[in-house]
């Protein structure tokens, strides 16, 4: 594991739950600047790839190392944003106080309920806040309860809390999974945007549209294969997925 410009490497990773093989000899190099879609079937891995790459599950076999690193060690380095938020929609918490929840690594560890203290916060943390609500265009959210927010808004609220930590890698899980057509146009948009600048890592059910943004497709069902995107058929998704799928065309502009 010795290449200079991959900042993302699996090398023969497996990984199981109980008696239940997930992941099987996972190769997987990923290089400085890619914007990487990962598709495959429900159950195939995709989620559980992901959270090895941030350190939250330890591989059975195998190695892992991001910017050269334990992915643990490495956490401070990336954004995350989940495919569920992971809280109650009801908290009482504005998109403000939200996406500042983002800038905790940038403090000593003092419990989360401290970092709502008047005060805990630089005037440097809300400074990128306000950045990063702005690059995501929801900064008119910001005194607004996260319990009015839409779909699509609270999708851009949370690609902002990922943000807001200046992370040299960014990753999705299936951002635009419960949102309209339109709104995931926009949402890769702004990816788009985004990957001018840093690493992307996607997961989607969608390959067809991912196909038109990323620059390579990992395809993965327990085992992984990566493609470039120009190689992606119906042959191919046909292979991965066990049955026939349909692909649907999108007109961006």
Known sequence: MTATNNIIQLQDVTFSYAA???LESIQ?????????GIVGPNAGGKSTLLKLILGLHKPQSGHIRILGQDPRKAQRLLGYVPQYPGFSRDFPITVEQLVLLGRLGFHAP???????????????DHSAVKNALQEVEADHLASRQIAGLSGGELQRVLLARALVGEPRILI?????????????SEIFELLKQLHERMTILVVSHDIGFISSYVTQVACINRTLMCHNTDSVDGAMIQNLYGEHVRMVAHDHH
């Open 20 to 22: 239940a093989p997930v």
């Open 28 to 36: 997987l190099d990923v290089k400085e600047g890619e914007f990487l």
């Open 110 to 124: 003092s419990g989360w309920l401290a970092m709502f203290r008047p005060g805990r916060y630089s005037q440097q």
């Open 172 to 184: 999705l899980d299936e951002p635009t999974a419960n949102i309209d057509q339109r709104l995931e």
